[in-house]
């Protein structure tokens, strides 16, 4: 339900709410928050809750340091492991400066300005995520060490797959914030797992993605465990990856090819957003994890895999990035690269019917490869029109350097 800034003040009165969270990220999709008191949110609604915005990375400096946190109503969600009697609430925000104007490195308004090209151009489109982790047990000090939760494998059950009640766990505080997980299981590395979410549209999906890191972090926490969503948290294990399931409204096969012949087009110019760590690109290549710029169906040596589905779930995936990626920027690009290939009709190339990860290499010299370090990631986004053509010039230098 969309609640408007009345009936949530209503519900905070109501429901003996006693502190509300406002919620952004960083340019790096790092969650932050400042929480206030029931008094001050007809003020926040109304004028702003000012933070400063030189101690966040990217933010700004010194000089120019106010910003302002304006909650969106429609964001609201309790969160559950607090305490039931006064609760606590959290909505995500948009930022701007004292102008009022819009700042340039609030990522979720830079997703929005996305969404709403899309829509200018007539169409929508709809993304579900796939996000992986792992569970590390604590030392005697809680600190994280590197020993996994469990030795189960893809797919295990209990008493091998140790991670179930955790999983569990993390599924029912998501259904009581709202959010609808569509699969759990354990993944292939030990104490490593993945839960999958519904598709849904893209504002919600990226809100729905950050919360997601959140409530797995604190669970893990609770349980007395740490979870991690590095890409290569363990040299000799698969990498955890942020899969993209993305589909366009009408989901018809040529729409879909469009879409997915601008995506492929840009991909190796948005690798260093998708991708943002040097971790990212110890995982490239390896264990499922793409190389190539290739698409096929029900082939998951690919960089675009079309799972086997029809109508409605009829959808590409891309398997590259991982959950260190900002996931309104990664939303973004992909609405925006999209977008592109069905407005020029760019064609797909011809499909990869080949395991990519055993093949010849002669048979598939004729294949372009993804960045596969950051410094050649970010050389990339440097030089690329597409990445200047809808980022902001300093949002870029936050990532690339300046």
Partial sequence: ??????EVMQYIQEEDVKFIRL???DVQGRPKNISIMPHELERAFKYGIAVDASAIAGFGDEVHSDLFLHPD?????VLPWRPEHGSVVRMFCTITDQDGNLFVHDTRSILKQAVADAAAAGYTFSFGSELEFYLFKLDEQGEPTRIPYDHAT?????PEDKCENVRREICLTLER????????????GPGQNEIDFRYSDALSAADNAITFRTVVKTIAASNGLHADFSPKPMADQPGSGFHINMSVKGGCEEQLQHMMGGIL???????????PTIQSYHRLGLCKAPKYISWSNNNRSMLIRVPAASGEYRRMELRSPDCTANPYIAFALLIWAGLDGLQNKTPLPEKADVNLFTADPRAISHLEVLPLSLDAATQKARSSAFIRAHLPESLIDCFCGN
């Fill in 1 to 6: 339900m969309k609640y408007t800034p009345q």
């Fill in 23 to 25: 919620a952004f990220c």
């Fill in 73 to 77: 109503s429609a964001t609201i969600s």
């Fill in 154 to 158: 893809y797919m295990d059950v209990a």
């Fill in 177 to 188: 914030m709202g959010i609808r997980p569509e699969s759990s299981h354990h993944e292939q």
């Fill in 265 to 275: 087009r840009y991909a190796s110019d948005m690798t260093r957003f998708l991708n």
